[in-house]
């Protein structure tokens, strides 16, 4: 909105209106704002949320402190939806399909998550919506992510070609924009896989294979990322840290991306149009960090599956989008960890059910931060141990794109 507005000012010859063409001053304006209306609505959410007396319901897992957030409010991610929706609308170029996959990515599971919590608050259902439900609108996101980037013309990249020259190599790029299912990989020399380079039995019908299989590989990010963002959100400010810690690289590596002399350098692909998707990762750390005013413990509101499914979902798809979804299981370790902790206890206590006539189990509770709740550890220093660690594994993937 202000981006259309201020170019129209600076052909006016208006001073300080051409300011708005810099990615990076829109950006920071972005973050800024965010972060703003998370501070000033946030109170005021918290409260209504109070009056309307919409409070988290707590089923008795015997870890302690557990039964003392009975009754903090919830629903709280919807703060962070339109602290990272506004000022996506004020100063990014709302033409960019990156940019409107990302809005659309934020609403749609902004959504689903939402009506999750309706159910469970209003309907005293602790359940919430069946599970199947919640996967298939994963699933269809993952599946319109998929089939938009297969199909828009905008979707396109620049494919980086290493070349020798006087014993150094020398990075160049291709002279023309083409669709690709090239995707980075860490730790390979050259840096990047085709998904059709999978499928070269098939012949001619490669590429094609290539694109089936990137957009399940879409569909499972999406679903997987989602979840584990869900599973991770158990303890104050464990979930909203972890995502501003994995938007910051994000954004990142997605600046990388969009600058042609950056990407040249690390040797990664170029793709260009990618810089709107800037003003929307610092809208979104923006909104998670503003968020841990209130979220960070003790929690005066919890963010309900309205905010973690979106979280994990906007970063799921946000990878995606700059190619980097195989950068995940280091990034995104936290959660994964989270959702594999669960996975694997279940497994071994339906396998140790069947074998031994009794369930065992692997962790004294899942997901795993309760395990170490159940240690004896205390909340606080598990979230912050999680963060060095998120910390830890986001530095690790900023330094693959040099090992190789």
């Known amino acids: 909105m202000f981006y259309y507005l201020f170019n129209y000012l600076d052909k006016l010859d208006v001073a300080g209106a051409g300011m708005f063409k810099y990615i990076s001053f829109r950006s920071a304006l972005a973050f800024i704002f965010s972060l703003l209306i998370v501070l000033v609505l946030g109170k005021k959410m918290i409260q209504f949320l109070q009056k ?3 409070g988290e319901i707590i089923r008795d897992l015997d870890l302690a402190g557990q039964m003392s957030k009975k009754g903090t409010p919830t629903m709280g991610g919807v703060i962070i939806i ?3 929706i506004v000022p996506c609308l004020f100063f990014g170029k709302l033409e960019n399909i990156y940019l409107i996959l990302m809005l659309i990515t934020t609403v749609w599971l902004g959504f689903l998550g939402f009506m999750d919590d309706y159910i469970k608050v209003f309907k005293k259902d602790k359940e919430g919506m069946p599970g199947r439900y919640k996967i298939v609108g994963q699933i269809v996101l993952g599946l319109v992510i998929g089939l938009t980037l297969y199909m828009s013309d905008d979707v396109v990249i620049r494919e980086n070609i290493t070349a020798s020259v006087a014993n150094s190599e020398v990075v160049e790029f291709g002279s023309k924009d083409v669709k690709s299912t090239q995707t980075t990989i860490p730790f ?5 896989l085709d998904y059709a380079d999978l499928f070269g039995f098939m012949g001619e019908h490669a590429q094609l294979c290539g694109w089936i299989f990137f957009v399940l590989m879409t569909i499972f990010v999406v679903t ?6 869900n599973l991770t959100d158990g303890l104050d ?8 810690i994995i938007g910051t690289t994000l954004g990142i590596l997605a600046y990388l991306s969009g600058h042609f ?4 350098y690390l040797n990664i692909m170029y793709i260009p149009h990618s810089e709107e998707l800037v003003v929307f990762i610092c809208a979104f750390v923006g909104a998670t960090i503003g968020f841990l005013w209130y979220n960070s413990y003790p929690a005066q509101v919890f963010m309900g599956d ?6 994990g979902g906007v970063i799921a798809v946000f990878a995606i989008l700059i190619h980097k979804e195989l950068l995940i299981p280091i990034l995104c370790g936290i959660f994964v960890v989270e959702n594999l902790s669960v996975v694997l206890q279940v497994s071994y206590f339906k396998r140790t059910k069947k074998k031994y006539g009794e369930g065992r189990r692997l962790f004294l509770m899942a997901p795993l931060h309760h395990h170490f709740q159940k240690l004896g550890v205390p909340e606080a220093k598990i979230v912050s141990r999680f963060w060095i660690v998120g910390i830890l594994l986001a530095v690790l993937t900023i330094v693959t794109l040099k090992m190789r």
């Open 237 to 244: 400010g464990l979930a909203t840290g972890t995502s501003a």
């Open 224 to 229: 997987a990322v989602s979840n584990g963002a």
């Open 188 to 192: 390979f020399k050259n840096n990047n």
């Open 261 to 264: 002399e950056f990407a040249g």
């Open 82 to 84: 339109l602290a990272i």
């Open 306 to 311: 309205t905010g973690s499914l979106m979280l």
């Open 52 to 54: 309307k007396q919409i």
